[in-house]
């Protein structure tokens, strides 16, 4: 079953942020071997081509290396992993702040509301 996409932001950023957060989110397990090109190109239902440049975004990263024969294996530096975990949360927050503003909450109002529903939910 291919995965789904929007129209936002280009295909292989979207897959790059899908694998990323399955690291960060430790799905995917530091030194662990990720699927081949060919294989997650499938799975997503992508062209290898995209799916070659969402890799080659990880690596950019850190987050990835290759082995030449062996293939792609995620990162064993945790620190690169705690700091793409603390941008993704940092984003996260930004939106989440952003788009309590829009809807007339003053940043002083959030923390009270936040701490409220954490109760709840709890």
Do not use: C
Request: aromatic content about 8%; charged content about 30%.
């Amino acid at each position: 079953m291919s995965w789904k996409f929007d129209e936002k932001s280009p295909i292989y950023a979207q897959i790059a942020q899908h694998v990323k957060m399955q690291i960060i989110s430790q799905e995917i397990k530091s030194g662990e071997q990720l699927p081949t090109v060919r294989e997650l190109a499938e799975i997503a239902g992508v062209n290898p081509n995209t799916m070659q440049r969402a890799f080659s975004e990880l690596e950019r990263e850190g987050m990835v290396y290759s082995q030449r024969t062996s293939g792609r294996f995620v990162t064993d530096d945790t620190e690169i992993i705690a700091q793409k975990r603390k941008e993704v949360a940092e984003l996260e927050l930004r939106n989440f702040v952003d788009n309590m503003a829009k809807i007339g909450f003053d940043t002083q109002d959030i923390p009270s509301i936040l701490e409220t529903y954490l109760k709840e939910v709890d």
